[in-house]
């Protein structure tokens, strides 16, 4: 149980255009929602945390116009790199946990390269 | 802001030793868990530890959290090659209010490389 897919797995596009990446948990309802973005061999960074129905919050630093995160059920999110740049190409993970949970359980990621 | 400190963050031994890999914080955290990722893929949640003093074991993996939740130690006995990966601790956080929103706050993680 508990598991999160990512959509899609590998995104190739050109600098200035929109991306969207979808998270889903396939078996459970996600009370809450988490985008991370991880730089190779490092840890992840946390970029907002959304809840269903309501606005995500942002991490300081964290351009909400550039990264726009919709959670519009219990069971999806997105993330939507908006005017994406090269500085932007990372690998970006969703997680998900639900209802008193302590766990978050995480996405296969997506690995964005803007060209 | 909670900090999480966790030593060593790169590990490159042989098959067959033992290693112990650390967490630390002068922050107070409800749960501690930790997860195992390879490249490429998302991490995998290992084990969640909640209790001051509370030991787990999973098979040749054995977690610890600190009598004040402030610090945890992954011990891994025999390592092997299948052990190579990232491990990521992570602490969780109390929201405002008392409600408990399941933000985690991450080590820097520990690469761990076991030569066959």
């Known amino acids: 149980g508990a598991v999160v897919s990512q959509h899609p797995s590998r995104v190739i596009c050109k600098s200035g255009t929109s991306v969207k990446i979808e998270c889903r948990s396939l078996d459970f309802q996600a009370t809450t929602m988490f985008w991370y973005r991880q730089f190779p061999k490092q840890s992840l960074m946390l970029m907002a945390t959304s809840n269903e129905g309501s606005k995500a919050t942002y991490e300081q630093g964290v351009e909400k116009d550039k990264f726009l995160i919709n959670h519009a059920s219990l069971t999806l999110s997105t993330l939507t790199v908006t005017s994406a740049h090269p500085e932007d190409s990372s690998f970006y993970i969703c997680?998900?946990?639900?209802?008193?949970?302590?766990?978050?359980?995480f996405g296969p990621g997506t690995r964005l390269t803007v060209t | 802001t909670q900090l999480l400190e966790q030593s060593p963050q790169f590990l490159s031994i042989q098959e067959g030793e033992n290693l112990t890999v650390y967490c630390n914080s002068s922050?107070?955290?409800?749960?501690l868990q930790w997860y195992r990722q390879e490249p490429g893929e998302g991490p995998v949640l290992l084990v969640t530890?909640?209790?001051?003093?509370e030991v787990k074991k999973l098979k040749r993996l054995t977690f610890q959290f600190g009598d004040a939740r402030k610090d945890s130690s992954l011990h891994i006995t025999a390592a092997q090659p299948g052990d190579t990966g990232l491990y990521l601790c992570?602490?969780?956080?109390?929201?405002?209010?008392?409600?408990?929103?399941?933000?985690?706050?991450f080590g820097q993680g520990t690469i761990l490389t076991v030569h066959p």
């Open positions: 992570a602490g969780g956080s109390i929201g405002a209010g008392g409600t408990s929103y399941g933000k985690l706050t």
């Open positions: 997680s998900a946990r639900y209802g008193g949970h302590y766990e978050q359980y």
């Open positions: 922050s107070v955290f409800s749960s």
């Open positions: 530890v909640v209790t001051g003093g």
